[in-house]
């Protein structure tokens, strides 16, 4: 390895740095990543190695390989990296000749901020005014189109297996069991133009049975209300705007009068400490005081598994602005029609 490239290295334009250390592990040479828009530190990536004069290495899992080309030109370490077929240059900046060493560690920041972390935010912004504060105050109450005619796609889907026997509460949970058993999450893969449960099961179909998260979200919603519950889908916004992403999950009013967020992206529930469901707004209050929460022992993203701690940081950022729909069926999605937003009081909108 070039001794002249041991150091930390910067990269503005994707918010990365490298750590590069003079020695290998397991014959890899020993790197560890930090990214700035996301909050990860200290991170190993998935291998590094050298290869035709570069140092290299390589991010993510097969469908979102990026894979780094970095040679030393004398003042910068340049280069490019590799990720759906595409090729960008990169060039970092060095900032030190000693590398930080360091433990793994998650600090999740707000981008444009100063470094005001997601939680603290949560925190500050914690209070809305009256009316907003209450979904189903009159003034902002949502429609519920419930039942109908059971879409033939459906049948193809041993859809009568999953509802058969089923009532209550339990039928709630059996549709996720649905949706989950037979689709999964793609954050990339989009969900279509039509938006009713035949054209998202067609568009998932055609995309190798995986969707984004507002598709899977609307599938699971429209299927809830089919059978009977006030169900609909819920954009879940960060703290910027106009913001990179977001998320979208499922409120559902459980026929015992509970109320619950289902995430279909990771076949996810959650009870409290109580043990009673979480809905979205108690997740909220339960992320920002710091209180436990009991995922589902089957939650998995994509049947890879399921990580609490990151799922908890990803939402500390993703309840901050809360977006719905007037009117929920079968087909409409909230951007058909003029959304309402719950904004905390005193956010900074300019």
């Not at 740095?17 to 930090?34: Q, R, W």
């Not at 105050?137 to 949502?142: D, G, I, L, P, V």
């Not at 793609?186 to 995309?207: D, M, P």
């Not at 209050?285 to 994509?302: M, T, V, W, Y």
Request: net charge negative.
């Amino acid at each position: 390895m070039d001794k002249r490239i041991i150091g930390k290295w910067y990269y503005s334009g994707g918010k990365l740095t490298i750590n590069i250390f003079d020695e290998y592990v397991n014959g890899e040479p020993k790197l560890l990543l930090s990214f700035g828009y996301s909050g990860y530190y200290n991170i190993a990536p998935n291998c590094s190695y050298e290869k035709d004069g570069y140092l290299c290495f390589e991010l993510n899992d097969e469908y979102y390989r990026m894979v780094y080309y970095l040679k030393y030109d004398g003042s910068t370490l340049g280069g490019y990296y590799t990720q759906f077929g595409k090729s960008t240059d990169v060039k970092f900046e060095k900032l030190s000749d000693v590398p930080e060493e360091g433990e793994y560690r998650y600090e999740p920041v707000i981008p444009g901020t100063g470094g005001m972390k997601r939680i603290d935010a949560l925190k500050q912004y914690d209070s809305y005014t009256p009316d907003e504060s209450d979904p189903e105050h009159t003034k902002y109450k949502a429609e519920y189109v419930l039942g109908g005619d059971i879409p033939a796609i459906l049948h193809e889907y041993d859809y009568e297996k999953y509802v058969s026997g089923k009532d209550g509460d339990e039928l709630a949970f059996s549709m996720l069991a649905f949706v989950c058993d037979h689709f999964n999450h793609n954050g990339s893969a989009g969900c279509g133009t039509e938006r009713n449960i035949e054209g998202l099961i067609k568009y998932c179909r055609e995309k190798g049975n995986a969707m984004n998260c507002r598709g899977l979200a609307l599938l699971l919603a429209s299927l809830l209300r089919l059978n009977g519950f006030r169900a609909r889908h819920i954009t879940c916004c960060p703290y910027e705007n106009p913001f990179h992403g977001c998320h979208v999950v499922v409120d559902c009013e459980l026929k015992s009068g509970e109320r619950i967020m289902f995430d279909p992206s990771n076949r996810l529930y959650h009870r409290d400490a109580e043990g009673k469901y979480v809905s979205l707004r108690r997740l909220r209050g339960i992320l920002a005081n710091g209180e436990q929460l009991f995922p589902n022992s089957d939650a998995s993203h994509a049947g890879c598994g399921f990580n609490p701690d990151e799922n908890r940081h990803y939402m500390i950022k993703n309840t901050f602005r809360i977006r719905r729909g007037m009117k929920y069926e079968d087909g409409l999605d909230d951007n058909a029609v003029q959304p309402i937003e719950l904004i905390p009081n005193d956010y900074p909108r300019s």
